[in-house]
Structures are given as C-alpha cells and as structure tokens.
C-alpha cells in the first residue's frame, strides 16, 4: 500500500500515530483482543476514511469487515487521533509572537443539503458566492505556503471578513506590528490586500504592479489550501453529523501540521 497517497501520511507517521495511542489505551487498560483488526489497521483505516472521503462499506470490503465494525472503529479511533495531536504545531497567536509573515485566506466545506436540519440552518449555512451548502474556515499559512493554523468554522453565509471577526483572528492580526497579507475581502483590517478599483476611472500604472506583487505573494496560501483538502472530506463534502464537523476539521488541522512536521 502507498501510505503516503492512501492515507496521506508516511509509514513511519503512521506508526507514530499508533504508538501514541496504544499509551493512551494502555492508560484506560482498555484491551484491543477480540477485535477484528489490530490498532495499527484502524488507525490506517480511519486515516483512509479521513484522506479519501470513501464510503464505509467500501472501507469495509476493503478490510474484510463489515460496515458497522468500520462506523465503530472510526468513531472510537476519530477522537483518540485528536487527542495524541492536540500539542502539534504552534497557534496563531504564538506564530504572531515569533515575527512570521502569515498570509490569510477563507474557503469552505460542503456539507450537502440538509433539510432535517430546519429552514433556518439550511439558510444560514448556504453560500450564496459557492451555492453550496457549507461551512467557512479561515486558513493561515507561512510565506513559503506551510500551513500554520486553520480557524473554527463558521456559518458559510458568512463573509471572509466578518468571518476573521466571528473566529476571533481578526482580534489576533489587526494591529500595526503583525505583518500578514490576504485578498481584498479584508481590506477592512490592517492586512497588505490588493488596491480596489475605484469607480470612475481605470487603475494607475503603479497599482497594478503593486496587484501583482500581492497577488504573487498570495500565491502560496492557495498551495497550502490545496494541500489541506487533499483531506478530501474537506473538498468533496462531509457526510456526517454536522454538529462534530468543528471538531473533525480541528483534527485534519493537526493531520496536516503533524504532515508537515511542526
């Protein structure tokens, strides 16, 4: 198997992973005989879960199992993964402290329709720029486009900027000594964004380099959005109960900076 393609972690991240549970779970002196697949396999099928958006019926004729032994060892698995990783990489605020350059940008996660969910909800979380069903994340990165943090979800009706404000990073970067740069939906903050065009008359010479300049030195916030919805639950849609998404998006957070190393 091509872990790294499959489950978007190295063989030897994997066995990390497993070691640091296998601890936990020697801490609750909960036993894993009698189960149909060993920790390392459930951890790998969790991740595969996670990586691939797959359903679990096709995870479970994957592994020999069937589909409710999978829906069991994902949610007893799901939240242990979070646990191990709760120390990895650094929050905002700390990158802030330490003089990086973050570049800041939104996106979304489709949630499908969801009726069931009552009118008011279904209209809140609809976006009207994606029409989609869907929550807003926040998403900042290093210059050179490594992920540093990724911002609770908030409501996908939800405008980038008054989303900053909702998830308490804009209390974070808007002030004159954080050096950040994002797109013209922040133009409101202290924030290096691209000059809007005035009405009236077309763009100066001069502000059309500086454009380029900011949009070349947004470039690899994109490449670190790309690279976090390889988390294909983040790209293709969530299916799951929609008041855990907060905490599972959290978790491909800590699986993309435990990726990269931090």
């Known amino acids: 198997m091509r872990y790294q393609s499959t489950t978007g972690l190295h063989h030897d991240d994997i066995l990390e ?3 640091r549970i296998h601890h936990i779970l020697q801490g609750r002196r909960a036993s894993l005989r009698r189960k149909r697949l060993g920790l390392y396999k459930q951890v790998v099928v969790t991740l595969i879960l996670l990586r691939q958006n797959i359903s679990q019926m ?5 592994f020999g199992i069937s589909q409710p032994t999978i829906s069991r060892i994902y949610r007893r698995t799901l939240p242990l993964l979070g646990r191990v990783l709760q120390f990895t990489g650094i929050s905002l605020e700390e990158a802030v402290r330490q003089d990086h350059l973050v570049l800041v940008d939104g996106t979304y996660v489709p949630t499908g329709n969801r009726p069931a969910q009552g009118r008011e909800l ?3 979380n609809y976006s009207g720029k994606h029409r989609v069903q869907c929550l807003g994340i926040q998403v900042a990165a290093t210059y050179h486009g490594e992920l540093i943090a990724v911002s609770e979800p908030q409501s996908g009706a939800r405008h980038d900027s008054r989303a900053l404000e909702e998830s308490g990073w804009a209390a ?3 002030h004159e000594h954080v050096s950040w740069i994002a797109d013209s939906a922040y133009s409101k903050y202290s924030a290096l964004t691209p000059i809007r065009k005035t009405t009236g008359r077309g763009r100066l010479d001069w502000e059309i380099i500086f454009n380029k300049v900011v949009a070349s030195s947004r470039s690899p916030i994109g490449h670190a959005i790309g690279h976090l919805k390889q988390w294909k639950i983040l790209a293709t849609g969530y299916r799951g109960r929609l008041h855990e998404l907060p905490e599972t998006i959290a978790i491909f957070a800590k699986l993309e900076l ?5």
């Open 17 to 19: 992973l497993v070691t």
């Open 58 to 62: 096709t995870a479970a004729d994957m």
């Open 122 to 124: 279904e209209k809140a």
């Open 172 to 174: 974070i970067l808007d």
């Open 258 to 262: 435990f990726r990269l190393g931090w």
